[in-house]
């Protein structure tokens, strides 16, 4: 006999992260730290490490077709955190599953590079985010480099990431998170949302290991929002939860290693 527990839930679509620490491996570990129950669509493999991407193994548009159906079919996800796409038919076919099921709250991660530099989305595939996936995103999370392409402007103030996130946020009907960890500085991001911007201050944290920033903030992001939180407090909290597991220092592998995604729960035990 089934008993009464419920878990609010959350879905990733993402790439495989060989070493654990960006992609689905990195959604789904936060999304449990922060109590959420997570689910995965796996779009590619990835053979990669703290230093490179060696390669990567697109999965069939079809059999993303079918773990999409699966998935909300039997356990709807309350939030939806895109990540590494790889090509335009995979966009299509997650555009149109997350149309067809009325989906709610989708965070779109718009991953273009690794951290390392390698290029994990094809020109072609980041023409057909814009066209299909950003229009049915509640939000969109560029860093900085990522803001520059899709608002076709060069950021190097807070005024230039103003204009830029307004000018994407016109350009595709959605709200948008501009992640300024790139700058020299600070750790500030911007939320442009309902015509308003919020800045979130934040200390920059100056640890080397910032493998799977982006993937965790996101997921972290849509995690909030599937318990119900508001879009604005969502980001406050998730940048509050990445600060600490950049915080925390974990120190792993040769180059640049992975988040202490668990950092509460060692600190509970010590």
Request: neutral net charge; contains cysteine.
């Amino acid at each position: 006999m089934k008993n009464n527990f419920k878990m609010k839930t959350a879905l990733t679509i993402a790439g495989s992260d060989s070493i654990g620490g960006a992609g689905i491996q990195a959604d789904i570990k936060t999304m449990c730290c922060l109590g959420v129950y997570a689910m995965s669509a796996v779009t590619a493999l990835t053979a990669q490490n703290t230093t490179a991407v060696k390669s990567i193994a697109e999965t069939d548009s079809d059999f993303l077709d079918l773990q999409l159906d699966c998935i909300f079919e039997d356990i709807f996800p309350d939030a939806i955190k895109t990540g590494m796409i790889s090509n335009p038919k995979q966009i299509k076919v997650i555009s149109d599953k997350l149309t067809k099921y009325d989906a709610q709250n989708i965070v779109v991660d718009p991953v273009m590079m690794s951290t390392s530099g390698s290029k994990l989305a094809s020109n072609n595939a980041v023409t057909s985010a814009k066209e299909r996936l950003f229009p049915i995103a509640d939000l969109i999370t560029p860093n900085i480099p990522e803001a520059e392409i899709l608002s076709d402007t060069k950021i190097s103030s807070r005024n230039d990431m103003e204009k830029a996130v307004k000018i994407i946020s016109l350009k595709y009907g959605c709200s948008v998170l501009c992640k300024g960890g790139h700058s020299l500085n600070n750790a500030d991001d911007i939320l442009f949302h309902d015509g308003y911007i919020i800045w979130y201050k934040a200390e920059k944290v100056y640890n080397s290991n910032a493998h799977g920033t982006g993937c965790t903030l996101s997921s972290a992001i849509a995690s909030y929002l599937a318990l119900g939180e508001t879009l604005e407090e969502s980001v406050r909290k998730a940048k509050k939860y990445i600060t600490g597991a950049l915080r925390a220092g974990l120190d792993l592998g040769k180059g640049n290693g992975p988040l202490a995604h668990n950092y509460k729960m060692t600190e509970r035990s010590e």
